[in-house]
């Protein structure tokens, strides 16, 4: 008989973690596992990528009717909703607030009293992403097991670690994306360091390396360097040290265009300074593409400036296709990049990425022998499905 395996996410919007699944949904064993998905929000780029054989599963009314306006919640009467609604609005007023919490637990404390439990029970419940995933497998669901998985850094990302620790404790295995954010999350649950597990991203770089050749990515006639950022237009990205440093490369007269594949709540504001700062024609943004590996074929450089991460698939796609990599000095980087050897690293902020872009830009022996490092390196990651068979079987 087939084990009933539930996966839960925010949706399959463009980001890491939704790649990640559908990464791990392809390729995983539909003959001995029967996989269900629920989503807070079914709908995203990735949703067109999910394997037939997973069933998803309806949305709980009670996360529903969160989205709703408050107007339609006062029509449908549902009081229990309003005080929720209201509730939350004053407290994501709150600066005080805020600062002791992440947004996600700030959401999940006011909903949580008016969302029931699933009625389907389940061998396996995996949430894959931290946050409201993990408070619903660890509240809501019933599972003989239950698994989270944690992509990011704990203390970057700042959550609140007195209000995770008893829905940590619901959950017996807790799977990171890095040694370093293992780490860091023993660093905050020590009496828990037995639940955490390490394992990385699935990456096929023979996958990626087809789909690069599938579509012509850049439409456009740059005659320079192409540079290319991919990542949800958020703040932890680090979006504003990319801008000024795309402004210092214009001024110093280099020829480039930065383009970014990515969409997010930033994205009218970064409008606002490319418009500001006269980079229409240098800082492009492109949106979302459900195959954004012709791009990065076809790129000359690939930058990520964010201020924290798990560990970037991102990165690894780059490598697979061999690029020059210029990355900041996030805590987990190290995971992934040997300083002038597979990229470059440099400080957090826009002086140093448009020096690191510039020394790439100028010194083509020193791409063409990262290019050539990155030829050598097994990037690959497909083995790491044993891993997750391993812990759901155990």
């Not at 450089?301 to 020059?324: D, H, M, T, W």
Request: one cysteine or more.
């Amino acid at each position: 008989m087939k084990k009933k395996i539930l996966f839960v996410i925010d949706s399959l919007h463009s980001g890491g973690a939704e790649k990640s699944l559908i990464s791990l949904l392809t390729l995983f064993d539909y003959q001995n596992y029967e996989v269900d998905l629920l989503m807070f929000s079914p709908e995203g780029l990735y949703l067109r990528l999910l394997p037939t054989e997973v069933n998803i599963v309806n949305v709980p009314k009670d996360i529903q009717m969160k989205r709703n306006r408050i107007i339609e919640i006062i029509k449908s009467g549902d009081l229990k909703t309003l005080f929720s609604r209201i509730g939350l609005a004053i407290h994501n007023r709150n600066p005080y607030a805020i600062k002791k919490m992440h947004g996600a637990q700030i959401n999940w404390k006011w909903m949580t009293n008016r969302i029931s439990k699933l009625e389907q029970n389940y061998d396996v419940a995996i949430a894959y992403s931290q946050g409201m995933p993990t408070y619903f497998v660890a509240e809501k669901v019933n599972a003989g097991k239950k698994i989270s998985w944690f992509n990011t850094d704990y203390k970057s990302a700042k959550y609140n670690r007195k209000f995770d620790f008893d829905y940590f404790e619901k959950i017996d295995n807790i799977v990171t994306v890095s040694e370093a954010c293992k780490d860091v999350l023993i660093e905050n649950f020590e009496q828990m360091k037995e639940k955490f597990e390490v394992i990385y991203d699935i990456v096929s770089p023979k996958l990626i390396k087809e789909m690069s050749n599938k579509d012509k990515g850049f439409i456009d006639t740059n005659d320079g360097i192409r540079i290319l950022t991919i990542g949800r237009l958020v703040d932890a990205k680090g979006y504003d040290l990319a801008l000024e440093a795309c402004n210092l490369l214009k001024s110093e007269g280099v020829n480039f265009r930065w383009y970014v594949l990515g969409e997010g709540p930033l994205k009218s504001e970064i409008q606002d300074i490319i418009k500001e700062k006269r980079l229409e024609d240098r800082f492009i943004l492109l949106g979302v593409n459900s195959n954004p590996y012709p791009y990065i074929k076809n790129t000359d450089i690939y930058v990520q400036p964010s201020r924290f991460e798990g560990k970037p698939i991102a990165v690894n796609e780059a490598k697979v296709l061999c690029k020059p990599i210029v990355v900041t000095n996030f805590s987990t980087v190290n995971s992934q990049i040997t300083n002038e050897k597979n990229g470059l690293i440099v400080e957090m902020n826009s002086q140093d990425i448009y020096k690191g872009i510039k020394k790439l830009i100028n010194n083509n022996n020193l791409r063409q022998q990262i290019s050539s490092n990155l030829m050598l390196e097994n990037v690959g990651t497909e083995e790491e499905i044993n891993k997750i068979y391993d812990l759901i079987k155990s």
